[in-house]
């Protein structure tokens, strides 16, 4: 069998993201099933070189993984002409130096979310990457997920008739990091890391909004900080200086509005960390990161206010799955071979540095928003 090998410069690997979902799930699971199917037949084996910041930390998942090449010198490996492709999954504050000194050395560059902490290195990034006719792409993973693939194709079925609103609730507790450690790295906290809900999630409802009902032409949002201090890995009580609550309103263009809660300090009393309500006029749903569950006009319950009784409705069981029909790969794989086809054949590839900065874009204004005490038209980003 013909097969084709791509040098891939992975950077960021020994954190949360870059471990499991691109090094684990993404890289080594395309080599596990024997490459990514070209149009020509060939199959493309991707060969990553790991880098960082710890030689202990690539040598020790180097060891685990099986995988041969690791290095602590980037710039050697960016020399390196036989690695054409640079992928950054560093903390968002460490991204832009790193993406320009790929981009100056010719490579094909693929990033984590968001693409920079501010539209103007972002909008840079894109245009640098243009400038020297590399490929360039950033992660979308959240348009990968069966429960939103399972909505768009409702969307695309014109199952909702006319779409009136959108309702997002995200989130979960992090803990403290006193009584019980917390499960996300503590720079997410600190703004002068780059850390901030509006920062990290903004720039995902922006790419979920845009493709999934229309573009988003104005926001609205309020910030907020609900745990002041935490206490970090190293077991030091630090000051939180970030947002980690967010209620953001946008206006879609349609007139559809949508309404999306965010934050680190919520319980949940819903059926994943993630869902989204979508009500139409012919139909309404719920899409989760698995599931999709719909509710279609002439099943709608007629529930009368009445707190004076028991309530005599079960609302849930009035909803249907939508079925998978399909069997639903790891979301950040499905675009890493997406992205790796765009590189070598030039197959279709929406997800670039563009979309990236619009992503940005909208933290930035959703930022703007909660300090101005006012909504913001968001502007159509132009190449
Ligand atoms: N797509 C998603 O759903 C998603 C989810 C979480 C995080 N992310 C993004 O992935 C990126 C990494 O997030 P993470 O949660 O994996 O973070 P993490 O703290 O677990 O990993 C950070 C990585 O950056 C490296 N790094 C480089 N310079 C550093 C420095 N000066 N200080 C600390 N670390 C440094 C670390 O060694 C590590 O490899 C961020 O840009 C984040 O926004 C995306």
Redesign the pocket.
């Known amino acids: 069998m013909n097969e084709k090998r791509i040098g891939i410069i992975m950077?960021?690997?020994?954190?949360?993201?870059?471990?499991?979902?691109h090094l684990v799930r993404s890289i080594l699971a395309i080599r596990e099933q024997g490459g990514v199917a070209l149009a020509d037949g060939a199959r493309l084996m991707p060969d990553p070189i790991l880098v960082?910041?710890?030689a202990a930390?690539l040598e020790t998942i180097a060891n685990e993984h099986g995988v041969a090449r690791w290095t602590t010198d980037l710039s050697g490996a960016l020399a390196n002409p036989d690695d054409t492709l640079y992928f950054?999954?560093?903390?968002?504050?460490?991204?832009a130096p790193s993406v320009e000194a790929a981009i100056a050395a010719g490579k094909h560059v693929y990033?984590?979310?968001?693409l920079a902490t501010d539209s103007e290195v972002a909008l840079r990034l894109a245009a640098q990457a243009r400038a020297a006719g590399v490929k360039h792409g950033v992660?979308?993973?959240?348009l990968f997920l069966p429960g939103m693939r399972k909505l768009k194709r409702l969307v695309d079925s014109g199952f909702f008739g006319r779409i009136l609103s959108v309702r997002g609730e995200f989130g979960y507790w992090v803990f403290e990091g006193d009584w019980q450690p917390a499960q996300?790295?503590s720079?997410?906290y600190r703004k002068e890391?780059?850390g901030g809900i509006v920062?990290?999630m903004f720039c995902?409802w922006r790419y979920v909004l845009d493709h999934t009902f229309g573009r988003v032409r104005a926001v609205q949002c309020l910030g907020g900080t609900a745990i002041p201090e935490r206490v970090g890995e190293n077991g030091i009580r630090y000051e939180c200086t970030a947002d980690d609550t967010a209620y953001g309103t946008f206006e879609l263009e349609g007139g559809i509005v949508a309404q999306i809660n965010s934050s680190w300090s919520f319980r949940v009393y819903r059926d994943e960390l993630f869902s989204l309500q979508v009500d139409g006029t012919l139909g309404s749903a719920v899409a989760g990161l698995r599931e999709c569950r719909s509710q279609h006009r002439v099943n709608t319950p007629r529930p009368v206010w009445n707190p004076d009784i028991p309530n005599p409705f079960k609302f849930r069981e009035d909803w249907k799955d939508v079925p998978d029909n399909q069997v639903f790969d790891n979301g950040?794989k499905v675009q890493w071979e997406l992205f790796l086809r765009h590189v070598v054949e030039d197959a279709s590839f929406p997800h670039d540095f563009l979309e990236g900065a619009r992503g940005v874009q909208l933290a930035e204004l959703g930022l703007k928003s909660w300090k101005e005490r006012r909504w913001i038209d968001v502007p159509e980003l132009v190449p």
């Open positions: 950077n960021g690997v020994t954190g949360r993201m870059g471990l499991n979902q960082g910041r710890s930390k950054d999954a560093q903390l968002t504050a460490m991204r990033c984590e979310k968001p992660v979308q993973d959240k996300r790295p720079w997410n890391d780059g920062v990290d995902h950040f």
